[in-house]
């Protein structure tokens, strides 16, 4: 899931008691409590990860004694959290700042603060292009938080951007904002050790780093005990995970862990994101095929399907090792579904390498892909020492010949799914009625079907698939 469209622009706080149908209450904006409280007001954009990190804020905040609200008009903190991953991700928040500062015109006193990963490339230099900003606050930063807020209240224009080889922030129980009470993300490490050339991540997060896998399990217990079905494992690179105690006593590699999630109920589902194609191992596949509610999905991003693109790009596999990698998922977990991520005309790539791009489509049979044309990145490895030379009308037209090609596979994916019946997680009411529950399979597939009385989001039920488009597989259910 990435955000970097103005047109998909999530804010986090939208969920009030009211709407919460599950009665659970997990966020609140308003009480009687809470009626002299201070009122944050967050916006996040990129990855999983900067959603869930949004969530950790919102806990720290609210031990400060603030109070979340969906209304930036009245709030007096207005936080945005940042993507750097590609130009118009930044653009889309420069956007952003230009509504906040007519907010605050309007409400002298307000404060505005940049977090996440723009915050952290640009540091100090964006309150110098940007004057309205009086915080900026890297990712590993946020328990500064409230120290940040105190100095901007009188009056400095505060920065904290140092980024840490230990902060996972294991002990702090996120606040989950847009939660639809069956569904959250449990981030598992942070940061990224890869050097993929195109990418902005490793400087924008720092060094890799495992969270606590007690720390881990008991974050998706409680959650299972609040009544959440699913959980989803986050980090740039899970396959990567590998947490030692302090006493060296116990190691717990990703396998490990995903089977430690796995046995905190059979009914929590387990998914987790993104997988490296260089680093996922047969024993998290054979984990995958052992446990019925870890999800039989990975997602599993190509970039490109050229042995010498991938090499330029640095990622340390070729062709050959991700198709045996692909080959190894279906011949261990036979339905899963793979998805992917693709990027366009990246440096010096020709149009047969691009066609390389095409046939790994096809050959992985990807469920879905997210795809990108290149966007070149300050400061990475590919900005210093290749010359970004695709002309953008070259990159836009390999990129829509790709998407092209991803929806006819997609379409294709889905209509073998027709007839077949999947155990379905209902998370609430389809978006085009309230008639009909939207659920996913195992595959991650959304499915819609009509309703039934008794049923309510939280439930498993068994759905039989009777139509699909590219995007989603409408049903019915079935005893
Ligand atoms: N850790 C994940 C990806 C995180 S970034 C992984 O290794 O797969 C999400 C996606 O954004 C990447 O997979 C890539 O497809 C895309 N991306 C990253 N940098 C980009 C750039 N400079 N231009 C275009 N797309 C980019
Ligand atoms: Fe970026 Fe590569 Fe790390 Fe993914 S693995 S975050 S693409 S450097
Ligand atoms: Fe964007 Fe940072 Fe995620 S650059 S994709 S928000 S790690």
């Known amino acids: 899931m990435y955000n970097d469209n103005p047109t998909l622009n999530i804010q986090t706080t939208n969920k009030t008691i009211d709407e919460n149908k599950q009665g659970e209450v997990?966020?609140?904006?308003?009480?009687?409590?809470?009626?002299?409280?201070?009122?944050f007001y967050i916006e996040s954009y990129g990855c999983q990860m900067n959603f869930s990190d949004s969530e950790i804020v919102a806990s720290i905040l609210a031990e400060t004694g603030y109070v979340s609200t969906r209304n930036m008009e009245e709030s007096d903190l207005i936080l945005i959290n940042t993507c750097s991953i590609r130009e118009k991700a930044e653009d889309t928040v420069r956007k952003r700042l230009r509504v906040f500062d007519k907010v605050k015109s309007n409400r002298p006193g307000t404060l505005v603060g940049v977090l996440g990963c723009m915050a952290e490339r640009l540091?100090?230099?964006?309150?110098?292009?940007?004057?309205?900003?009086?915080?900026?606050?890297?990712?590993?930063?946020y328990r500064d938080l409230p120290n940040l807020i105190a100095g901007a209240d009188d009056g400095e224009r505060t920065v904290n951007?140092?980024?840490?080889?230990?902060?996972?922030?294991?002990?702090?129980?996120?606040?989950?904002?847009?939660?639809?009470?069956?569904?959250?993300?449990?981030?598992?490490?942070?940061?990224?050790?890869?050097?993929c050339s195109f990418c902005v991540v490793p400087f924008t997060?720092?060094?890799?780093?495992?969270?606590?896998?007690?720390?881990?399990?008991?974050?998706?217990?409680?959650?299972?005990d609040k009544g959440f079905r699913e959980v989803t494992l986050l980090g740039q690179n899970v396959d990567s995970y590998k947490w030692s105690a302090p006493d060296e006593s116990e190691s717990v590699n990703f396998a490990q862990l995903l089977e430690r999630v796995a046995l905190v109920h059979p009914d929590l589902r387990v998914r987790f994101s993104t997988s490296h194609p260089k680093d996922i191992t047969d024993e998290v596949l054979h984990t995958i095929a052992k446990y019925e509610n870890i999800c039989n999905y990975i997602?599993?991003?190509?970039?490109?399907?050229?042995?010498?693109?991938?090499?330029?790009?640095?990622?340390?596999?070729?062709?050959a090792w991700y198709k045996e990698r692909v080959q190894a998922i279906y011949r261990i977990i036979p339905d899963c579904a793979i998805s992917s991520d693709v990027i366009t005309g990246f440096c010096s790539?020709?149009?047969?390498?691009?066609?390389d791009t095409l046939s790994m489509l096809?050959?992985?049979?990807?469920?879905?892909?997210?795809?990108?044309?290149?966007?070149?990145?300050?400061?990475?490895?590919?900005?210093?020492?290749?010359?970004?030379?695709?002309?953008?009308?070259?990159?836009?037209?390999?990129?829509?010949?790709?998407?092209?090609?991803?929806?006819?596979?997609?379409?294709?994916?889905?209509?073998?799914?027709i007839?077949?019946?999947?155990?379905?997680?209902?998370?609430?009411?389809?978006?085009?009625?309230?008639?009909?529950?939207?659920?996913?399979?195992?595959?991650?597939?959304?499915?819609?079907?009509?309703?039934?009385?008794?049923?309510?989001?939280?439930?498993?039920?068994?759905?039989?698939?009777?139509?699909?488009?590219s995007a989603t597989l409408r049903g019915e259910l079935v005893d």
Do not use: W
């Open 26 to 39: 997990f966020f609140q904006d308003k009480s009687v409590d809470d009626a002299d409280k201070k009122r």
């Open 123 to 141: 540091k100090k230099k964006f309150l110098e292009e940007e004057q309205l900003v009086d915080m900026v606050v890297g990712p590993d930063a």
């Open 161 to 195: 951007v140092l980024l840490s080889r230990e902060e996972t922030y294991a002990d702090i129980n996120p606040i989950r904002l847009l939660s639809n009470g069956v569904t959250a993300f449990i981030s598992i490490m942070r940061g990224c050790d890869n050097m």
């Open 205 to 224: 997060r720092g060094r890799e780093r495992s969270r606590d896998a007690y720390s881990i399990v008991a974050e998706a217990s409680n959650l299972y």
């Open 299 to 319: 997602h599993l991003p190509v970039q490109s399907g050229n042995s010498r693109v991938l090499k330029l790009m640095n990622r340390t596999y070729d062709r």
């Open 349 to 355: 790539e020709t149009e047969e390498e691009h066609q």
């Open 362 to 417: 096809e050959y992985a049979n990807y469920s879905m892909s997210y795809m990108f044309f290149y966007s070149e990145r300050p400061g990475t490895l590919a900005a210093r020492k290749y010359e970004d030379d695709i002309p953008l009308e070259v990159k836009k037209r390999r990129l829509s010949e790709v998407i092209r090609l991803q929806n006819q596979i997609s379409f294709k994916h889905n209509q073998t799914d």
């Open 419 to 469: 007839g077949k019946t999947f155990k379905v997680l209902i998370e609430g009411d389809s978006k085009k009625s309230d008639q009909e529950f939207k659920g996913r399979n195992s595959q991650n597939k959304m499915l819609v079907f009509p309703k039934k009385e008794g049923l309510k989001p939280g439930d498993y039920v068994e759905v039989k698939v009777l139509e699909a488009t």
